[in-house]
């Protein structure tokens, strides 16, 4: 099997197109950026913006209130329980 490659406009290194998002997976296209690129610009994003992205957040569970606490439920009942340590 042929891996083809892309050069990251960030970084500009030339990495197999395993390591890049899909932008149109329907289409095979790929993002321009690789993952791990984005996903520091992704962070630098949200630690500038903090305060904005919780109030967005917050608004929209609030008005989608019945669809936020099905997410949470599926959720929760998908992860593993933890249990309590006994202290001594």
Request: include cysteine.
């Amino acid at each position: 099997m042929i891996t083809n490659h892309k050069q990251c406009r960030v970084c500009r290194e030339t990495k197999p197109e395993e390591l890049f998002n899909f932008r149109n997976k329907s289409k095979n296209l790929y993002k321009k950026i690789c993952k791990e690129c984005e996903s520091k610009e992704n962070s630098g994003r949200y630690a500038s913006n903090k305060d904005e992205v919780i109030t967005k957040s917050q608004e929209w569970q609030a008005r989608n209130r019945d669809k936020y606490l099905d997410y949470q439920n599926q959720y929760n009942q998908r992860r593993p329980k933890i249990k309590d340590k006994d202290v001594e």
